[in-house]
Nanobody, 120 residues
Framework: VQLQASGGGLVQAGGSLRLSCAAS????????MGWFRQAPGKEREFVAA????????YYMDSVKGRFTISRDYAKNTVYLQMNSLKPEDTAVYYC??????????????WGQGTQVTVSS
């Protein structure tokens, strides 16, 4: 599985961005998908995940109510809608895929990162 993330950019605090992650291959529906982020000088952290069926979603506490993860099986794409962005959301965001749920297991595949910068 190859993952291609896009949609990052510079936005003011309170603004919104939507990240996309396009997956190659025909087994998209078999994978749990997730988003992680890494800020300068910090370790990579889990942000959000969606199960292979799309039936369940998981979020880190600081983004609950602001971020929404979704997936489109026809387009083999997972999205992260980010609203009410804060400067502390600034990071490189990575999408990931795993045969086990990525919110508690290490993903099997990683995409390249996309930079999100939130100005105050």
């Amino acid at each position: 599985v190859q993952l291609q993330a896009s949609g990052g950019g510079l936005v003011q605090a309170g603004g919104s961005l939507r990240l996309s992650c396009a997956a190659s291959g025909r087994s998209f529906s078999s994978y749990s998908m997730g988003w992680f982020r890494q800020a300068p000088g910090k370790e990579r952290e889990f942000v959000a995940a969606i199960t292979f069926s799309g039936g369940s979603t998981y979020y880190m506490d600081s983004v609950k109510g602001r971020f929404t993860i979704s997936r489109d099986y026809a387009k083999n794409t997972v999205y992260l809608q980010m609203n009410s962005l804060k400067p502390e959301d600034t990071a490189v965001y990575y999408c990931a895929a795993g045969l086990r749920d990525v919110h508690y297991s290490d993903p099997d595949y990683w995409g390249q990162g996309t930079q999100v910068t939130v100005s105050s």
